[in-house]
């Protein structure tokens, strides 16, 4: 019964490059959420997907930042042009129905 | 914009002590409430469930709820310097199932 899986774990990224941050929900879980964590901050929602669909993306930036879950294979956080800001850790969390989420381990996104 | 606050602490307890975490929201229509326990550099862990006024026990943690004070707690009986974490309380969004999480409480256990 694998978890939550997040690739890659730690992601290190130079000024303009892209990031590209996967996930695979638990089996059997349909809903999956992203969120980010700033060092000594809280977890602050970005997207909740559903398989080919964007349920709830109030939290992600306009411009930049883009999230799919598509009919096969896993859910892909995109930063493009990846500035000193976006540093932080991405959770991606699922869920079966409306109970609690399981977490993955997180990606540790790196800009330098 | 729904709210869900936390003390940031830290707070600080001696090992055997109870230790008692608190969080209020501001959705009067929340049913769920969950908290959460995340050590430095790892991901969040679900603990405890709640959806009930009233007590929830499990083990050494008790989970508490007030619907009308808008209010939920979290009690650990015994402390363990083990227990050191930041704990999460999480109340889903009336309209999507996204959870909204209050900012946390660091929790020091003192051996």
């Known amino acids: 019964n694998a978890g939550v899986m997040q690739n890659p774990r730690h992601l290190v990224r130079r000024r303009g490059q892209e990031a590209r941050l996967r996930c695979s929900p638990m089996k059997g879980h349909s809903h999956v959420y992203w969120y980010r964590q700033l060092p000594e901050e809280g977890l602050k929602f970005m997207v909740y997907?559903?398989?080919?669909?964007?349920?709830?993306e109030s939290g992600m930036p306009k411009e930049r930042f883009s999230a799919e879950f598509p009919k096969e294979g896993p859910s892909i956080l995109r930063i493009q042009q990846v500035v000193r800001g976006d540093s932080a850790a991405y959770f991606c969390?699922?869920?079966?129905?409306?109970?609690?989420?399981?977490f993955g381990s997180g990606t540790r996104l790196t800009v330098v | 914009q729904k709210e869900v606050e936390q003390n940031s602490g830290p707070l600080s307890v001696p090992e055997g002590a109870i230790a008692s975490l608190n969080c209020t929201y501001s959705?009067?229509?929340?049913?769920?409430f969950f908290w959460y326990r995340q050590y430095s550099g790892k991901s969040p862990e679900l603990i405890m469930s709640i959806y009930s006024n009233g007590d929830k026990e499990d083990g050494r943690f008790t989970a508490q709820l007030n619907k009308a004070s808008q209010y939920v707690s979290l009690l650990i009986r015994d402390s363990q310097p083990s227990d050191s974490a930041t704990y999460l309380c999480a109340v889903p969004d009336g309209a999507t199932n996204k959870l909204i999480f209050g900012t946390g409480t660091l929790l020091a256990v003192q051996p």
């Open positions: 959705d009067r229509g929340s049913q769920s």
């Open positions: 997907l559903q398989k080919e669909n964007i349920i709830d």
């Open positions: 969390a699922s869920s079966r129905d409306r109970d609690g989420y399981t």
